[in-house]
């Protein structure tokens, strides 16, 4: 099986910045597209950010130029850079994967267990 794990949320004030980790183990053959999306209460989970294998990168629109996606292929780990967080920031963000795992070479969709950003005016 294949187990994303999360850390770095936590309580921040507006302006500040916090850092995401999203690692990936298990039985992987190959990570295609890693992501991270936030549910607030009472809203739906939407995408913060996605990044390809090759390092194409999309985000919406009201994280761009405050939030960066990144990864390292070699650690299997997705990180997401928060900079001048807002109060509209705070959610449960999750980490998702596309991942050929070795025991069924195909293509599955994993999440992790979700963080805790808040971000306090």
């Known amino acids: 099986q294949v187990q994303l794990v999360e850390s770095g949320g936590g309580l921040v004030q507006a302006g500040g910045s916090l850092r995401l980790s999203c690692e990936a183990s298990?039985?992987?053959?190959?990570?295609?597209?890693m992501g991270w999306y936030r549910q607030a209460p009472g809203k739906q989970r939407e995408l913060v950010a996605t990044?390809?294998?090759?390092?194409?990168?999309n985000y919406v629109d009201s994280v761009k130029g405050r939030f960066t996606i990144s990864r390292d292929n070699a650690k299997n780990t997705v990180y997401l850079q928060m900079n001048f967080l807002k109060p509209e920031d705070t959610a449960v963000y999750y980490c998702?994967?596309?991942?050929?795992?070795?025991?069924?070479?195909?293509?599955?969709?994993?999440w992790g267990q979700g963080t805790q950003v808040t971000v306090s005016s």
């Open positions: 990044i390809t294998s090759r390092g194409s990168t």
């Open positions: 298990g039985s992987i053959f190959r990570i295609n597209a």
């Open positions: 998702n994967a596309a991942v050929v795992a070795t025991t069924t070479l195909t293509n599955g969709d994993y």
